[in-house]
């Protein structure tokens, strides 16, 4: 069938049988898609990662205490995802000490290992006059503790670096696959004499040692809440005490 040219067409887009013989024949184009199918998979996709972020944090009995708020498949797949989070992070749980190093196993035991694992390096002072590097060490001890997924190893630095200044000391060398990713020259960048582990962990989610929200973070949180709300605590039950002496005092003036 031979389509005259310039045919009239009143809209295109319309659902007519006229239409249809007409895009058939090219005479006009394909109707676009409608763009309902891709709306409705973007309200899906913004109510998936909503709930995400709702449970984004809660650790496996906070998951069970919301059974009854959220849709019981959903919390099933994330609690198996948190599961198989938290299974990887145990198996890779292998250090949890500080590594004293000696130059000669330097690249065995540091540039070797960073392909398996993030590899940090405190290069101490051989001064017990410097704060900042007593400091160090405590921090360093307690961050191998707590994150035994990353490797924390230490040497004096003028035993891994012939003449290394002291001024230098302590500084931190961070190696992930056989590269050094990043290097802090004494404890300014980080907070100085007041730094804290706080201050260490930024430094591991920021070279991507440990995720952003990692449960061991968030245990820091309310730990750290717990013991400002205890200070607190003690604060107002001594101010309350001392309340009650002075009543007492005023009492015996009477």
């Known amino acids: 069938m031979d389509m005259p040219l310039n045919v009239p067409v009143d809209d295109p887009n319309a659902d007519t049988e006229w239409n249809d013989i007409l895009r058939k024949h090219g005479v006009i184009p394909e109707k676009p898609p409608s763009p309902t199918p891709f709306i409705e998979e973007a309200i899906l996709e913004a109510r998936r990662l909503a709930h995400e ?82 400091l160090l060490a405590e921090l360093w001890r307690r961050a191998a503790e707590k994150y035994a997924d990353v490797k924390f190893c230490q040497i004096r630095g003028d035993m891994c670096i012939e003449g290394y200044p002291e001024r230098n000391c302590p500084t931190i060398l961070v190696y992930k696959n056989e590269d050094i990713v990043k290097q802090i020259v004494t404890m300014a960048e980080l907070g100085g004499t007041s730094t804290r582990l706080e201050d260490i962990e930024k430094l591991l989610v920021e070279v991507d040692a ?29 101010g309350n005490r001392k309340a009650r002496a002075q009543d007492d005092d005023d009492d015996d003036w009477d």
């Open 53 to 134: 972020n709702r449970l984004e944090g809660k650790d496996l009995d906070e998951l069970d205490e919301l059974e009854d708020e959220e849709d019981e498949e959903f919390l099933a797949n994330y609690r198996q995802m948190r599961l198989a989070q938290l299974s990887t992070i145990s198996q890779k749980s292998i250090h949890g000490r500080v590594y004293p190093l000696q130059k000669p196993d330097y690249a065995r035991d540091v540039t070797a290992s960073s392909k398996d694992a993030t590899v940090l390096v405190f290069l101490s002072s051989g001064s017990s006059s410097n704060t900042e590097s007593r």
């Open 210 to 238: 440990i995720k952003n929200n990692d449960q061991r973070l968030r245990r820091r949180n309310l730990d750290d809440d717990d013991e400002d709300g205890n200070t607190r605590n003690g604060r107002i039950q001594s």
